[in-house]
Structure formats: C-alpha cells, structure tokens
C-alpha cells in the first residue's frame, strides 16, 4: 500500500519555505513560557516546586530548548523556585536554556547574577519594555526616557555577562522608527537576541510576516549586524484566536524561536498554545521531537496549573480523538480489522492520534451503528451475540449523547440479569 498516495495534500500545494541555515544562529527552536507567562493567567495557580520541576522534566523530553523559569522581580518566593529549578536542570544535565522574565531596571536583574555565578551557566535576561503609542501615551513615557530605561539595564546585564534577549512589549502596534530606533540601540549595547511580541494578540499572519521581515531586512542590517548573529524571537498571544496560526507564520517569515504555553495558559485569553504549535509544525515535516509525551505534558499542566482542558480541546482533549457516528466509526473500525494502525489514525482525522501518545477510540450512542456496538462489546471482553446488540442498539438509540463506559457496562449487566 502506498500511505501517501492515499492523501491528496492541499496544504503542499505552491508551499514552500526556503530557509537558509547560513541566516540563522541556529535551527528552529521553542521557548516554554508556561511557568512565567503562562502563571500570569487569571485562573492559573501557582504550582509547588516539586511540579514545577516534573513540568521541566517534560520539557526536556519534548526536546523543548528553552524555558522562561520566571519572574525574580516579583520577590524573594519567586527567585526560590527559579533556584531550585536551576538545581533541577544542573543536576540532570538537561540541555533545556533557562531564562527569566525582567524588566528593564536593575533591580530585577540584580538576581540573576548571584543565580548566575551560583549555578555557574548563562541564563537569560528577557528584559520586556513597552513601546507602542497607546502604551506611551498611558504611561506618559517619552522615546527619550524608552531609550534611556533600556541602555541602563542591557548595559548592567552585559557587563554582568548575563545574556540579553530585549523583548519590545505590543511590538505589533508600535511604529516602525521607534521599533527601529529601541532594538538599534538595544543590539548595540551587546543584546544578541530580541523579541517580537503580539502582546495584545492583536496582529494577524499577515502581520507577522510584514513585521518580521521589517525586523530582519531593516533593523537588523541597519543595525550593522549580520541576521545570523541575532536571535530572532517571536512571542504571540490569543485574542483573536490566532495565537497557533501566528507562531506558523512566524516559523515561515524566519524567526529563530517561538514561544508558547501549555493550553495556552496565559493572561485574558492567553498565550499561543506551545503544544499545537508542536504539533502543526511535527505534522508539516518542520520539526522531528519526539511528541509522544506531549499528551501528558498538557494534562500535568492541566493539573498542576489548572488551566482548563476542554473536551473538544484539539488533539488533547478528550473528544479529540473519539468517535460514535455510524459511518465514522465504520471507516475506523475497517482499518482497524485490517491490522493497519496508520490506516485507522488517519481515515478520519487530520492528527494521527499515535504520534502523540493517544488512540483512536469508538463509543456508543445515539448516532451509532450496529458497528459501533460489535467492536465495543467485542473489545471489552463479551460475545457479540445479536441479541446483546440488539439491545444496546436500541439502548445507544434512547441516548441523547454518547455512553460513558460505565454506562455501557451497566446496560449489559442489566440485559445479563
């Protein structure tokens, strides 16, 4: 059987990404900033350390190469579990690159020195300044006083040996010669990495990529710097409900890092969910991370943070790779009976469910088939006699959604008395 020849994909169709390894620092990576953006959430809890530490884990197993670990300069409770996280990762020889969260003061970056020295590796300084307009004008900050916040801080972090990644907050409404004139001044003072941020989540794709290649065509060869000495990062969020398709767009206009969530966890309607992200770009051939711990990544942060998992959630949530229509199961189970498991994960769904550590699996209700019902029965241990699926045929037929497992169990017992 030739798999590809079974599926006529629309989505190659004139698509090309042509990215010339000589442009950037490094291969496409991601930044988890679950455990500092993503605890900016409304709903989020706070989790203990010893969570924390289990999500790292994760994190590393995914092939992840960045973390935001936090924000030190919300207090001495902060700074300790970024210690300890640090401790995690050094006593594992993780390869995971930490970070933190700073604004541009000093104070905030003061702790990472002695994290730094103690921990003996480079963990970067994400100092964050607001350079919109509106922010501007609410703020009541000028472009003199954005430049002059910014050379005190990268300049205390570079001369610290602390590395600067300067992050422009709402760079998508901010104008393109004060984005120009911050990042300059920003890389001339020795950041090597910047960050474009959707901080609102207000830009759309075709946004990212107009941004993007203003960031790199303009700033930084005007800057004087070659595009492949300068990290280029892009950080989205979801207001509009573009946060994954604005991280693909990224990866296609150049950036060097994308950032995410787990779920999206994030302030208002969050961050660009990390985990679909992984999965669109596993999917279009772009990344080769091992994802099939991804599943129970997003339910320990589900977990552990407490950011909802809706059960229509894509790929993770419970319905996602659940069926109890008629036909679909019918294709399902065909495949199934043929012993062919990339058949079955793909008939009819667009995510095969085992890349990800998950399964193709068939209920019962109202919308079922007598199909349905044989393959049930049969896989949960009973003889599939006509009578036995009569009768839960036309129990699913009496349902108004489809039948826990329990329920499925219960009716059995009750026909068995």
Known sequence: MDEQGLIYDWNTVDYEIIRDSRDHPHELWFDDETLRDGLQSPSARNPEIEQKLELIDYMEALGIQKVDLGLPGAGPFHVGHIDAMLSHMGKNDYELRPGCAVRTVVSDIEPLVDLQAKHERQIQASAFLGTSPIRQYA???????????????????????????????????????????????????????????DTCGHVTPNGVRKLLSFIQDEVIIDSGF??????????????????????????????????????????????????????????????????????????????????????????????????????????????????????????????????YGLEQIIRIGHMSGRSNIIWWLQNNGYEASDDLVSHMFEVAKSQRRLMDDDEVHAAISEFQE
């Open 139 to 197: 703020e009541g900050w000028t472009m003199e006083k954005i430049l002059s916040t910014a050379e005190k801080a990268v300049t205390f972090a570079v001369d610290n040996d602390i590395p600067v990644m300067f992050v422009t907050e709402d760079t998508t409404r901010s104008k393109p010669d004060e984005i120009k004139a911050v990042y300059t001044r920003a890389l001339e003072l020795g950041a090597d990495r910047i960050c474009v941020c």
């Open 226 to 355: 070659k595009r492949r000495d300068i990290e280029v990062n892009w950080h989205g969020h979801q207001d509009r409900g573009l946060g994954v398709a604005n991280n693909l767009a990224a990866y296609e206009a150049g950036a060097d890092v994308i950032h995410g969530t787990a779920l999206g966890v994030g302030e208002r309607a969050g961050n660009a969910p990390l985990d679909q992200t992984l999965v669109n770009l596993s999917l279009m051939g772009v990344i080769s991370n091992d994802l099939t711990m991804l599943n129970q990544y997003t339910r320990k942060a589900h977990e552990y943070v407490e950011v909802a998992l809706p059960r229509n959630y894509p790929v993770f949530g419970e319905d996602a790779f659940e069926t109890g229509t008629g036909v679909h199961a019918s294709a399902v189970i065909k495949a199934m009976k043929k012993g062919d498991n990339w058949l079955a994960d793909r008939v009819y769904s667009g995510v095969p469910a085992a890349d």
